[in-house]
């Protein structure tokens, strides 16, 4: 197998006395897209959060087991934790523009590194955007507030603003659901583009999509690691009875 | 279904008369004052201040209580701002992950917002006493500044409040620290929410009498100094209405009126900036 990007070892995770995540251990392969499917509640969502440690901005969250990244744990790391955040873009399930410009949103992670001034960030928020493939919708507004782009666009300029902070991962969840199947495909094409350079992790229930852009899948159902496997294992012969249910559509 | 129309009539109904009290007695107040304060608004009023005789319905002005009020409020603005603007943050930021405290703190607020003035005045008093100052500007800013303070944090809470979960998410997310959460997102984006919470401790911290009653002192001239006894507007009013003379108790309606037009004045222009710097962003 590819080198292990991300490795989560024995990992629970409890809201109060809920508990949401249970003994999750996976692989995350560097370079690659893994796509992290289930239905709606199974912690999906929570197991991403967790890290980047957006889990920490919930107070009753209580949490046992490692996430290592590059060797490191970072659920117990002594190092800043924006450091350990900057290594990851996160794309969420609808798009945050920052109340700026469309320039400033993509600005905005290259001054938190210490770039400053127009001209010098002027390439980088170029390139960027670029790699987002938003570059030539919006070069002749980049003054313009973003929340006045289309939604499918807004999604792109957060893809842009993520990897303006040159992560090594992108954390995707649902980056989808709420654009039309246009924008949609536009995200997914980044996708394969990207995997060249970042490790990506997508949740995502929808099984076309995972069929379309998995190079590694992982099933959970309600807060449960059920199966993980290559694409094409996943879909042409899953070793699960569950994993076949979910794929025959027996249950959402 | 004819119920159904009915109850929709009654409560349109109850919509328009509820709003149309609303602005008529809005209306009846700004009019009210300014029947009876306008015909005695002068230049004079507005530009002198008290000359002998002045309250027993000579010449003079009430320039000393206008800058004084607007000195004192500044200045409690800017004391309590000093304060407001971190607490408010703090509590939507950095205290995120602890909903318990943040409750308390909003609770405490809110009963510091229900007590009387008149407590924060007799407060504000002792205070004088025990750091050894007497009646004065500083003092009264002090005073009103902890008397506001609770107004405007809440008033900035609530707007931070409010702010979506994913966008402070998304900004930790490329890796910021709480201040750069702080300053550079939440800050940005509830300006007109914080502009209106300083309007509204403004608006109370100009037109209060009982906070400053013991503690600004009064006289006649324009502060020079932080250490001197100060007018305000409120009390002017309040001393000349107390006038038996029928014509310094006219003088006591056009000060209304001055501080009635300060306070539009200010709230207007408030406005109108938020506005129009919400509308350039979004």
Redesign the interface.
Known sequence: MEDTKISIQNLNLWFGKLKILNEINIEIPEKKVTVILGPSGCGKTTLMRTM?R?V????NAKISGKIMLDGEDILNTKRDI??V??K???L?Q?P?T???SIFNNVA??LR?KGIRGRKKLWPHVEKHLIEANLWDEVKDRLND?A??LSIGQQQRL?LA??LA?SPEII?ADEPTSSLDPISASVIENQFFKLKENYTIVLVTHIMRQAKRIADYVVFMYLGDVIEQAPVDEFFNNPQHKMTREYLRGAFY | MWWRKLEEKIIYLLMVISVASLVILLLAVLTSIFVKGAPYLSWEMVSQTPKGGYYFGREGGVLNAIVGSLYLSLGAILLSLAFSLPLSLAMNIHLRARPKIVNRIRFVLDILWGIPSIVYGAFGFTLMIYLGIKASLLAGIITVGIFIMPIMVRGMDEVMKNVPVSLIESAFSLGSTRMEVAFKVMVRQTIPGIATAILLAFGRGIGDVASVLFTTGYTDNVPTSLTQQTATLPLAVFFQLGSPIPEVQNRAYASALILTVIILVISIAVRFLSNKYYSNRH
């Open positions: 980047n957006l920490d901005l919930q107070g924006t450091l955040r900057q990851m873009g996160l969420s609808r945050t920052l109340p700026m905005y992670g938190l507030p929340s006045r957060c603003r993520g902070v954390l």
